[in-house]
């Protein structure tokens, strides 16, 4: 076998208990989202099974840092977020780009189509980039993300979260989740949380790390992250 050759892997189908499902009726985007026709299998391509693959080349110095991309730091409450990337096996995931997006401390993102009645920060833009290490490790700094409420329904906010998007080893394994923190009062009410199964809403609740705090510095919280296996029977 040709030793520079990408290692290919079975992957087995998502697990429908862990995800949303298309279709809620009570988050009213999944309306329109949601596939009208039964789906068909298909089968996939050398392309999805073997990336797409980002290395380090791909981050700038403060992609893993959101409170030192700009010339001051910015306002909020800086935290530390961390935990592991693996696969349904519990296999760690070495090397995957895990791309973050984010409201300020006052519930605001940097973005044209925010118009929620909250200041921008001009030292804070809210995206941010880390790899895994070898063992499916990471860890990035940010600040705690404020509420903002949804535009166009009435008294809906959301509570404090971070996006997050991950590839894992090949187009099949993606996922882009949220993570939240935990106590928050609005929890119970956010629609997108409550689509996830009981189980998953928890898993997309961080917990405080307090190893991982840095004293007198930023409190730490761990968010572990799980993406589709492999086939069950396959190494
Ligand atoms: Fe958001």
């Known amino acids: ?25 009570n988050y009213l985007f999944t309306h329109k989202r949601a596939p009208l026709r039964p789906l068909h299998a298909v089968a996939p391509t050398l392309t999805e099974l073997t990336g797409p693959s980002f290395g ?28 592991r990337v693996v696969d349904e096996d519990g296999r760690g995931i070495p090397r995957t780009l895990i791309e973050i997006w ?17 200041p921008l920060d001009p030292n804070f833009t809210g995206r941010g ?3 895994t ?23 809906v906010w959301r509570p404090s979260h971070i996006h997050l998007s991950l590839f894992g080893p090949s187009f099949l394994s993606r996922l882009v989740t949220q993570m ?40 730490a919280y761990r968010f572990d992250i799980v993406l589709r296996g492999r086939r069950v029977g396959t190494p």
């Not at 380090?56 to 935990?83: F, K, N, S, Y």
């Not at 997108?192 to 917990?207: C, D, E, F």
Request: proline letters at 8%.
């Open 129 to 131: 980039r880390v790899l």
């Open 1 to 25: 076998m040709d030793e520079a050759a990408p290692t290919l892997f079975e992957y087995g189908r998502e697990s429908l208990a862990a995800h949303p499902a298309a279709y809620s009726d």
């Open 56 to 83: 380090p080349e791909v981050l700038d110095a403060c992609d893993d840092d959101l409170t030192r991309q700009h010339d001051r730091g910015p306002i909020g409450e800086r935290i530390i977020v961390c935990g």
């Open 180 to 219: 939240y923190f935990p106590g928050d009062p609005l929890l119970p009410f956010d629609t997108i949380l409550n689509t996830a199964p009981p189980h998953s809403r928890q898993m997309m609740i961080a917990s405080l790390d307090r190893a991982a705090t840095r004293s007198e510095w930023a409190v």
């Open 133 to 155: 290490d070898a063992a499916g490790h990471y860890r990035f700094v940010t600040i705690k993300p404020g509420a903002y409420p949804v535009g166009g329904l009435d008294n």
């Open 102 to 118: 984010q409201a300020n401390a006052a519930g605001r993102y940097a973005h044209a189509v925010d118009c929620h009645d909250a």
